[in-house]
């Protein structure tokens, strides 16, 4: 399977992709209080400067989240790309 570069981490390009909050240190994991799926929704930032948000699912008890990274637009705020999974619930 396909795979792109964000900030020296591997993302499939037509799926989320899980990754260790440990590999997250450089990055900007916001979690919002709402559950989604078997998480949180979420969004992260990458260490790269005007990259935006990607819509994430954090999943603390396991240390993880299921990053959006395959998604083409990125988001201005964590507000807006966590949004998307209430979009996406609604278009269904």
């Given at each position: ?29 916001w ?43 990125r ?18």
């Amino acid at each position: 399977m396909r795979k792109k570069e964000i900030a020296k981490l591997e993302f499939h390009v037509a799926k989320p992709t899980h990754i260790d909050l440990n590999l997250l240190q450089d990055w900007v994991v916001w979690q919002f209080p709402k559950q989604c799926g078997k998480g949180y929704c979420g969004a992260v930032h990458p260490p790269i400067e005007k990259h935006g948000w990607l819509p994430a699912i954090i999943k603390p008890e396991k240390n993880e989240a299921k990053i959006h990274g395959h998604l083409p637009e990125r988001f201005e705020t964590p507000e807006l790309a966590a949004d998307y999974f209430t979009q996406a619930a609604k278009a269904k």
